[in-house]
C-alpha cells in the first residue's frame, strides 16, 4: 500500500501551519504503511545560504564537530541544527551539491537525506506519529510539503530506504506503488552520472526526474517521460523549489484523490488524509486522471490545467 | 429515525446496531453524521431499512448490501457497492474505482462520475452513472446492466459475458470482444426502467448498446471440458 499525502499552499497565512497540517494528514494515513515515515517541507530560504539535511544513527557523536569538519571540507560559515538523529547543515549557496558528495570522506557514518536551497526531508523507521513527533515537524513552516508512510515491497524497511527521496537539488519524491524496471534504469542513469544512493525503485524515479530536468526538461515534461519510461505501478507526488507535480501510472489502481481551494491544493492516497483541511467542505475534490500530469508553480496566477500525456 | 455519530461512536458500533436490524425492524430510518471518508461504512446490510450517510465515505461502503437502501450525501471512495446482491446504494457524488464490483444483485446509482473499473465482473447488478465512467468498466461483466449517461474510457466491456451496457456519450475505446449491438424494442423498455430507478431524465434513444460479440476463448465449444 503506503500512503501518501502532499499540500501546496496558495495562501501564504496558511504557512506557519504547513507542518500541522501535514502531520495530521499523515498520521491519518497510519494504516497504509506503518513501516516508515518521512517528511519533506519546502521552508523559508536565506540569501546565499544552502541547505543539506543529514543523519546518523549516533547523532550525539557524529553532530558534535559536523560543522567544523564541513566548513574545512567546502569553506565560509557553516551552521548546524540539530533535530532528533537528523541535522540541517546550512552553507554557502552552491555548496551544497558538493557537500552532499564529499561529506563521506569526513563523515563516513553520516548520510544525506536532502540537499537544495529551501528543501528539508526528515524520515525514519517508524509510524507517522512517532516520526513527526521525534522531529516535531508540527512546528515547521513552509510554502509546501510532501509526507509519505511506507509499507515496503521493493527494498529493506531502513531510514534510506524511507520516502521521500531528493536527487537533485530542492527536488523530491514519494512513490506509491512497485516500478518493475528500476535495476535497468539505475545502470542507465548511473552511466549519465546521475548518482542512486539506494536499491530502492522509488529513488530511481526520483533520480530519473531529476536526468531529464538537468537535461533541460520541465517538472512537468519529466513527469510526462515517465509515463513512457517507467513501467509498473505508480502515483508520484514531487516537489521542486517552486512547484508541486502529481502523475499517476496509466492503470491507476493506486488511489488518489485531490482537493483545491483558493488557499491550497492538496493531496492524499484517501479523502480521510483531507477531512481537516480549512474549506474542505468547498473545495473541488477531484480523482487524479490516470496518465495525465498535474503541476502547480507558486508565482503562477493561474493553476496550470491538468494536461494529457 | 436513528442518528449514529461515526466520529464519537466507532465504525464497529454502528455496522453492529444495523445487523442487528431484521426484516421485521422498527427502527427503518438511520441517519450517519460524520463519515469522514471512514471505511467499510453500513457493509453486510441484510434488512429492507434506509441508511442516509451525511458526507463522503472511504473504501467499500454498502458493500455486500441485502435489501437495504445506503445514500451517500457526499462522494464515496473505491468499491462501494461490492458485490452488493440486493437493495439500493446511491451515490450523490462522485464513485472511485470499482464501483458495483462483481454485485450480483439490486442497484446502484452513481450521481457523479465513476472512476475506473466501474462494474468490473458484475453479476447480475444494474448501475446507472449519470456521468461519466473510466477505463476497463464492466470489464469481465457477467450479467446484469451498466447505464452510462456521460462517457465510457478506454477498454468499455473488455472480455465482457452477457452483461449489457448502455452508454449516451463517447466510447474511448471498446475491449476486447466488447461491440455496439442493435438497439431492440424489449432494450429501449429495459433502459427506460432503468434510467427511471436511476432517477435520469435521459431519453432510452439517445443510447447505444454494446455488448459481448462472443468470440473468445470460453464463447467457443471446442474449448468446453
Known amino acids: ?309 | 429515525m436513528q442518528t449514529y455519530d461515526l466520529e464519537a461512536d466507532g465504525l464497529r458500533g454502528l455496522n453492529a446496531a444495523l445487523h442487528a436490524q431484521s426484516s421485521e425492524t422498527n427502527q427503518t430510518h438511520w441517519e450517519i453524521v460524520n463519515p469522514r471518508g471512514s471505511h467499510a461504512i453500513a457493509v453486510g446490510l441484510d434488512a429492507p431499512i434506509e441508511v442516509n450517510v451525511k458526507g463522503s465515505t472511504g473504501y467499500y461502503c454498502g458493500g455486500m448490501n441485502k435489501q437495504a437502501t445506503v445514500h451517500v450525501y457526499g462522494s464515496a471512495g473505491p468499491g462501494v457497492a461490492e458485490n452488493m446482491m440486493s437493495g439500493t446504494v446511491v451515490i450523490d457524488g462522485d464513485a472511485s474505482q470499482y464501483a458495483g464490483a462483481t454485485g450480483n444483485g439490486g442497484t446502484l446509482v452513481i450521481k457523479g462520475n465513476a472512476s475506473s473499473r466501474c462494474g468490473i465482473s458484475m453479476k447480475g447488478i444494474d448501475i446507472v452513472v449519470h456521468g461519466n465512467v473510466g477505463h476497463m468498466s464492466a470489464f469481465m461483466g457477467q450479467s446484469g446492466n451498466l447505464v452510462v449517461c456521460g462517457d465510457a474510457g478506454e477498454a468499455l466491456g473488455d472480455s465482457i459475458y452477457e452483461a449489457r451496457l448502455f452508454v449516451r456519450g463517447s466510447v474511448k475505446s471498446l475491449g476486447a470482444d466488447c461491440v455496439e449491438k442493435e438497439m431492440r424494442p424489449e432494450h429501449l423498455d429495459l433502459l427506460r426502467d432503468l434510467l427511471e430507478r436511476g432517477g435520469c431524465d435521459a431519453k432510452p434513444e439517445e443510447f447505444k448498446r454494446y455488448g459481448s460479440a462472443r468470440q473468445l476463448y470460453n464463447f467457443k465449444v471446442d474449448n468446453a471440458y
Open chain 1, 1 to 309: 500500500m503506503c500512503g501518501i499525502v502532499g499540500l501546496f499552499l496558495k495562501d501564504k497565512a496558511l504557512e506557519p501551519r504547513l507542518g500541522a497540517m501535514l502531520t495530521d494528514m499523515l498520521i491519518t494515513m497510519t494504516d497504509r504503511g506503518p513501516d516508515s515515515a518521512g517528511i519533506a517541507i519546502y521552508g523559508e530560504g536565506a540569501a546565499g545560504v544552502s541547505k543539506v539535511t543529514v543523519q546518523s544513527e549516533t547523532p550525539d557523536q557524529d553532530f558534535a564537530d559536523l560543522a567544523d569538519k564541513v566548513k574545512a571540507l567546502v569553506g565560509g560559515p557553516v551552521s548546524l541544527t540539530r533535530r532528533d538523529t537528523h541535522a540541517v547543515l546550512s552553507v554557502p549557496a552552491g555548496k551544497a551539491e558538493e557537500l552532499r558528495k564529499q561529506l563521506k570522506e569526513v563523515a563516513p557514518t553520516v548520510r544525506v537525506m536532502s540537499f537544495g536551497d529551501t528543501l528539508e526531508i526528515y524520515k525514519e523507521v517508524g509510524l507517522p506519529k512517532d516520526v513527526a513527533a521525534r522531529f516535531d515537524i508540527a512546528s515547521m513552516s513552509g510554502s509546501h510539503g510532501i509526507g509519505h508512510t511506507r509499507m515496503a515491497t521493493e527494498s529493506a524497511v531502513t531510514t534510506m530506504g524511507a520516502h521521500p527521496f531528493n536527487t537533485g537539488s530542492d527536488q523530491c519524491l514519494v512513490h506509491n506503488g512497485s516500478l518493475s524496471n528500476h535495476n535497468s534504469l539505475r545502470r542507465k542513469l548511473n552511466r549519465e552520472g546521475i548518482h542512486v544512493e539506494t536499491k530502492n525503485d522509488s529513488e530511481v524515479a526520483a533520480a530519473y526526474l531529476t536526468w531529464k530536468m538537468q537535461n533541460g526538461a520541465t517538472l512537468g515534461e519529466a513527469l510526462e517521460n515517465s509515463l513512457d519510461d517507467l513501467d509498473g505501478f505508480f502515483n508520484f507526488v514531487v516537489g521542486t523549489k517552486d512547484g508541486f507535480g502529481v502523475v499517476r501510472d496509466p492503470i491507476a489502481c493506486k488511489p488518489a484523490v485531490m482537493a483545491e481551494t483558493d488557499q491550497y491544493v492538496a493531496f492524499g492516497s484517501e479523502y480521510r488524509a483531507l477531512v481537516n483541511l480549512p474549506g474542505i467542505e468547498d473545495a473541488r475534490v477531484w480523482e487524479p486522471e490516470p496518465a495525465t500530469v498535474y503541476f502547480w508553480r507558486h508565482g503562477e496566477t493561474t493553476t496550470p490545467n491538468k494536461k494529457a500525456a
